[in-house]
């Protein structure tokens, strides 16, 4: 079995990644770690460098998990570029962090990972970070 993770590095990417690291352990899957951009990949944060990345693949080895790294500069449509990865690369299992927004915030911009939920034709492990008064 294979997961995706979709990683950015924030805090959402990295509760995302320490779940997806821990679903794999229990299911001796593998971890495909999806990293993207909307745009311009040398100013969106959103887009992990070298050394984020090698953070990112040394935190799943460190959990005994196998782990190939994707990155993709996509037209704003990264649910697309999400669902097109786990298609392609027959994954049973999408991680995504969610980050907090406002419902105005939700209505104006729509949501990737809502997209990825009622998109996906595999289940879809949606990740919090938890609050400081958790």
């Given amino acids: 079995m294979k997961i995706l993770v ?4 924030s805090p959402e990417g990295e509760a995302a990644l320490t779940a997806a690291a ?11 770690l999806l990293n993207t951009s909307r745009g311009d990949s040398y100013i969106d944060a959103r887009y992990a460098n070298a050394d984020e990345l090698a953070a990112a693949e040394a935190k799943l080895r ?15 449509d990264v649910a697309g570029a999400l669902l097109k990865a786990a298609a392609a690369e027959d994954v049973g299992l999408i991680v995504l962090g969610l980050r907090r927004r406002s419902p105005v915030g939700k209505l104006i911009l729509g949501s990737t990972a ?11 492990l949606a990740v919090k970070v938890p609050s400081p008064h958790d």
């Fill in 22 to 32: 821990t679903e794999a352990e229990l299911r001796g899957a593998s971890v495909l």
């Fill in 62 to 76: 460190a959990h005994g998990v196998e782990v190939t790294i994707q990155q993709a500069v996509t037209e704003g």
């Fill in 114 to 124: 809502q997209r990825v939920l009622l998109e996906s034709p595999v289940p879809v």
């Fill in 6 to 9: 979709g990683y950015v590095p």
